[in-house]
């Protein structure tokens, strides 16, 4: 059974950097056309692209957060972690992390998600 | 890259079927078959329910499925049922981003 789970802060300051994990178990992020990605969902608003890594360590980001966003692997931990620099309030959004087994194919398994504000 | 459009909401009678749209380009929906469909209710995560364009993952029932024309794909909802009630987003892959894009999302309501 594959799960994924999001964690980090639920505050942060604008200007601040927002480091995410997203831990996942059920799966090995080594095995060939496997992915992870981070998807978020501002309150009211629809999904939004952030990243997606492969387990070739291939790296995928939205065109319009590219310079603020960095997303890494650790297949030892089976962890994947985002980090966003210069938060902002705009940014305040649920955070997903969630699994593909086939590039272009879906995202088939989602975390529960997490809230992050973006408040002084 | 631009947002796929879908209709804001949609509407139907238990036992009915209603049919989403999402309109994209030939950069997008129209270049692949790489469209997804994803069903949230509030405050949960999405779930996939259609993947590359009409595909049913195990354990998504079969009342829901999936089409393509052009530049225009649909999901499709047959015998509307109560639990059906909830938020729904296509995604496709696009050649202008190496992530994809999503849908506006629309909102179904079971009358």
């Known amino acids: 059974q594959i799960t994924l789970k999001e964690s980090g802060p639920t505050l942060v300051k604008p200007t601040q950097t927002l480091t995410l994990t997203c831990t996942f178990s059920g799966f090995s992020l080594s095995t060939s056309g496997v992915g992870v990605g981070w998807i978020r969902q501002p309150p009211g608003k629809a999904l939004e692209w952030l990243a997606l890594i492969y387990w070739d360590d291939d790296k995928r980001y939205s065109p319009s957060l590219k310079s603020r966003l960095t997303i890494t692997k650790d297949t030892s931990k089976n962890q994947v972690v985002l980090t966003m620099t210069n938060m902002d309030p705009v940014d305040t959004a649920t955070y997903y992390c969630?699994?593909?087994?086939?590039?272009?194919?879906?995202?088939?398994?989602w975390g529960q998600g997490t809230t992050v504000t973006v408040s002084s | 890259q631009s947002a796929l459009t879908q209709p804001a909401s949609v509407s139907g009678s238990p036992g009915q079927s209603i049919t989403i749209s999402c309109t994209g380009t030939?950069?997008?929906?129209?270049?692949?078959?790489?469209v997804s469909w994803y069903q949230q209710h509030p405050g949960k995560a999405p779930k996939l329910m259609i993947y590359?364009?009409?595909n049913r993952p195990s354990g998504v029932p079969d009342r829901f499925s999936g089409s393509k024309s052009g530049n225009t794909a649909s999901l499709t909802i047959s015998g509307l049922q109560a639990e059906d009630e909830a938020d729904y987003y296509c995604s496709s892959y696009t050649s202008s981003s190496t992530l994809g894009v999503f849908g506006t999302g629309t909102k179904v309501t079971v009358l």
């Open positions: 590359e364009v009409s």
């Open positions: 030939s950069s997008d929906v129209g270049g692949y078959n790489y």
């Open positions: 969630a699994h593909t087994g086939t590039p272009r194919s879906g995202m088939d398994v």
